[in-house]
T-cell receptor
Framework: GQQVMQIPQYQHVQEGEDFTTYCNSS?????IQWYKQRPGGHPVFLIQ?????EVKKQKRLTFQFGEAKKNSSLHITATQTTDVGTYFC?????????????FGKGTSLLVTP | DTGVSQDPRHKITKRGQNVTFRCDPI?????LYWYRQTLGQGPEFLTY????????KSRLLSDRFSAERPKGSFSTLEIQRTEQGDSAMYLC??????????????FGEGSRLTVL
């Protein structure tokens, strides 16, 4: 089963509103990755975070890795309809899982104009 | 197209039959992963290879599932005696081993299995 928890499961926002999804692991992660999956599509890599407390930005997207390397967040500023999709975090180095990348259940984002 | 390719894209089979999926990774990638995804869920790890060696296999994976990567290039995933619960999208991904020991995964379009 999944060892990485994500909340919320769904989020419906009006275009222009902000959006945040959170990812938590019970064990320390060596790194965390974020992926986006459009409806009917396959997961597409967004970013990888490796260092404790790391913050990375990609245009309107801000990614954070917690100090304890057990949690992460993705924040989208001023959502657009093109942001629609499911956002997954995936953790590596979870105890007992070697280097396999284990995905959370994802947060599905719906943006209405 | 130099991305990850999977074949077949769709497979419908009857319960009890065997099925095999093929994955051709990006040519220079040394790691290959198999995941399973059902509706509303995240990709569930099945197994991964580094070159031809199968380094990890999910403890939850039934022994009806077997995967190979005989020459460190393409891989096959076989499911024997399929059950209705095996119906899912089977995703293959490849990556290049990096300093963090986890490179960016490049996913294929997936092979959708329906077991009747």
């Amino acid at each position: 089963g999944q060892q990485v928890m994500q909340i919320p499961q769904y989020q419906h926002v009006q275009e222009g509103e902000d959006f945040t999804t959170y990812c938590n692991s019970s064990t320390t992660l060596s790194n965390i990755q974020w992926y986006k999956q459009r409806p009917g599509g396959h997961p597409v890599f967004l970013i990888q975070l490796v260092k404790s407390g790391e913050v990375k930005k990609q245009k309107r997207l801000t990614f954070q890795f917690g100090e304890a390397k057990k949690n992460s967040s993705l924040h989208i500023t001023a959502t657009q309809t093109t942001d629609v999709g499911t956002y997954f975090c995936a953790g590596s180095g979870i105890k007992g899982s070697g280097y396999a990348l284990n995905f959370g259940k994802g947060t599905s984002l719906l943006v209405t104009p | 197209d130099t991305g990850v390719s999977q074949d077949p894209r769709h497979k419908i089979t009857k319960r009890g039959q065997n099925v095999t999926f093929r994955c051709d990774p990006i040519s220079e990638h040394n790691r290959l992963y198999w995941y399973r995804q059902t509706l509303g869920q995240g990709p569930e790890f099945l197994t991964y290879f580094q070159n031809e060696a199968q380094l990890e296999k999910s403890r939850l994976l039934s022994d009806r599932f077997s995967a190979e990567r005989p020459k460190g290039s393409f891989s096959t995933l076989e499911i024997q005696r399929t059950e209705q619960g095996d119906s899912a999208m089977y995703l293959c991904a490849s990556s290049l081993l990096g300093q963090s020991n986890t490179g960016e995964l490049f996913f294929g379009e997936g092979s959708r299995l329906t077991v009747l």
